[in-house]
């Protein structure tokens, strides 16, 4: 079955405490994004990636690093968590070659930094 | 700077009944594509229908369709026969293409639509 799995889906953390959200996806897709999910602001992407070891930032990427060293899997880095971070996150993939290519999300994970 | 404009906040409708839910854009970038995505209470995100910036038809998929208005910038999703379970948040984005040589997606700040029986 095609699908973008994200871990943990749920996750409660103190403030500065590292910590790593995975995201995997079984399709070979090149393109793959995070985004975070905030009350009135709708979806806001955070990082994303054409393809491996190619990364760019999105619209708010501070406080956030991404990695892309296999291309199945791009994993979200926060160094030191803080309050403003407690979001809902989402992690996305599709093809690259056209701007018609359907992202196919992960299930989300919801993060509260204490 | 390119943007997404969801105006409605929140849209009640009768069952089976249409509705329309309204998008607007701006972006310089000749080409791009415009999604609608759909987020039930349960917090996925459903991928419901795409327009691109060259298709001279509206899209259609089964009762959703995007009535494109290039000149006015403008994407609504139009849901037919409305069902308990399009109650959801609706999310409209964009995605630019060659022009800026990436694939940034932006998306809009959604409209949560209510079905009453």
């Known amino acids: 079955e095609a699908q973008v799995t994200q871990n943990p889906r749920y996750l409660i953390t103190v403030t500065g405490k590292k910590l790593t959200v995975t995201c995997s996806q079984n399709?070979?897709?090149?393109?793959m994004s995070w985004y975070r999910q905030d009350p009135g602001l709708g979806l806001r992407q955070i990082y994303y990636?054409?393809?491996?070891?190619?990364?760019d930032k999105g619209d708010v990427p501070e406080g956030y690093k991404v990695s892309r060293k296999e291309k199945r899997n791009f994993p979200l880095i926060l160094e030191s968590p803080s309050p403003n971070q407690t979001s809902l996150y989402f992690c996305?993939?599709?093809?690259?070659?056209?701007?018609?290519?359907?992202?196919?999300f992960g299930q989300g994970t919801r993060l509260t930094v204490v | 700077a390119q943007k997404i404009t969801q105006t409605q906040p929140g849209m009640f409708v009768q069952e089976k009944e249409a509705v329309t839910l309204d998008c607007t854009y701006d972006?310089?970038?000749?080409?791009?594509?415009l999604f609608w995505y759909k987020q039930p209470s349960s917090g996925e995100m459903i991928f419901l229908i795409y327009q691109g910036s060259y298709d001279q038809q509206n899209a259609t998929e089964g009762r959703y369709s995007l009535n494109f208005q290039k000149a006015r910038k403008s994407a609504n999703l139009v849901i037919s026969a409305s069902q308990l379970g399009d109650s959801a948040m609706y999310f409209c984005?964009?995605?630019?293409?060659?022009?800026?040589?990436?694939?940034?997606?932006?998306f809009g700040a959604g409209t949560r639509l209510f079905v009453k029986a």
């Open positions: 399709m070979n897709h090149e393109y």
């Open positions: 972006t310089s970038d000749p080409s791009y594509g």
């Open positions: 984005a964009m995605r630019e293409g060659l022009g800026t040589g990436g694939f940034k997606t932006i």
């Open positions: 996305a993939s599709s093809l690259v070659g056209g701007v018609n290519t359907e992202a196919f």
């Open positions: 990636s054409m393809n491996v070891e190619v990364t």
